[in-house]
């Protein structure tokens, strides 16, 4: 999933509107670096843990491009993220 990872955070890191406000204030880099460990986190715990393969599956299906917006998938990807935290299978 390591691949899917990078080219869903490079998509985000080559939209406008994040470019503008990573500039502008340092905490979206911030929060985009936590999503960044918190999905290679889960990444590494699948071969681990089976409980986290339903949510390495969610989440495949969520980053990989699709019909819904990258704000849409960002959003859920996040919720999934909270998911797997409440779990406690990680701490994001």
């Known amino acids: 999933m390591g691949a ?3 080219a869903f955070i490079s998509e985000i890191l080559a939209q406008p509107g994040f470019i503008a406000a990573a500039a502008s204030d340092p905490q979206w880099s911030n ?13 590494q715990r699948a071969d681990d843990e089976p409980a986290m393969i339903e949510i390495v599956d969610e989440i495949q299906t969520v980053i990989a491009p699709n019909d819904l917006s990258l704000k849409q998938r960002l959003l859920r990807v996040e919720k999934l993220l909270a998911k797997a935290r409440d779990a406690g299978r990680i701490i994001h």
């Open 31 to 43: 929060h985009l670096d936590n999503i960044e460990r918190g999905l290679n986190g889960i990444d």
């Open 4 to 6: 899917k990872i990078d």
